[in-house]
């Protein structure tokens, strides 16, 4: 079944103490990204990968970290996290080209609580 | 600075009506997504409209695309509960489609 999975689902931290979400898909895309999602906010995309070690900003990168070391992996560290990194984190990947194509297929939500 | 304006953000609408979700943006793109959210769930590709004029149905929604005046609709027809959810609307801001704008969402309500 093709999807984007992440992990932890859920998380309740302290502020400072480091952590890593992963994302992983088997659809073989080029392309994955990392949202935030906040009430009243909508969705702010935060890092986007065009490929295995090309990465760039979004809106909201500060405070987050992200790497692409394998096409299938996309994980999102918040080295020091704080109170307003509190959020419904989305990773999404879509496949190069036209037509359509590059519909973003988004996992199932990481909610995350900074104390 | 780039925006995605929709309007209404809520939207409380009796069965068997008629609706239209509108998507306004301010930035030159030749690509418009629809997704759907239902609570606590993930997003759900609705549409991809990729040129001006384009229009796409999918059962009670049609959505379709301006791209001179930069605005997109999704239409509802005969609204039924099951179509209760958030809708976003997203434009892509570079060619490779990884970098979308989204707005901020319209939370449809739809009842008896």
């Known amino acids: 079944e093709a999807q984007v999975t992440q992990n932890p689902r859920y998380l309740i931290t302290v502020t400072g103490k480091k952590l890593t979400v992963t994302c992983s898909q088997n659809?073989?895309?080029?392309?994955m990204s990392w949202y935030r999602q906040d009430p009243g906010l909508g969705l702010r995309q935060i890092y986007y990968?065009?490929?295995?070690?090309?990465?760039d900003k979004g809106d909201v990168p500060e405070g987050y970290k992200v790497s692409r070391k394998e096409k299938r992996n996309f994980p999102l560290i918040l080295e020091s996290p704080s109170p307003n990194q509190t959020s419904l984190y989305f990773c999404?990947?879509?496949?190069?080209?036209?037509?359509?194509?590059?519909?973003?297929?988004f996992g199932p939500g990481t909610r995350l609580t900074v104390l | 600075e780039l925006k995605v304006e929709q309007n209404p953000l809520f939207l409380s609408m009796q069965e068997g009506k008629n609706y239209t979700i509108y998507c306004n943006y301010s930035?030159?793109?030749?690509?418009l997504y629809w997704y759907r959210q239902d609570p606590g769930k993930s997003l759900e590709s609705l549409f991809v409209?990729?040129?001006?004029?384009a229009v796409k149905q999918e059962g009670r929604l049609m959505a379709s695309l301006d791209t001179k005046a930069r605005l997109s609709t999704l239409h509802i027809t005969a609204a039924v509960h099951d179509l209760s959810a958030t809708y976003f609307c997203?434009?892509?801001?570079?060619?490779?489609?990884?970098?979308?704008?989204f707005g901020k969402g319209t939370t449809l309500s739809v009842s008896s």
């Open positions: 999404a990947s879509s496949s190069h080209g036209g037509g359509g194509t590059d519909t973003q297929y």
């Open positions: 659809m073989n895309h080029e392309y």
């Open positions: 990968s065009m490929n295995v070690e090309v990465t």
């Open positions: 930035t030159t793109s030749d690509r």
């Open positions: 409209l990729l040129s001006n004029g």
């Open positions: 997203a434009v892509r801001i570079n060619q490779a489609g990884t970098a979308l704008i």
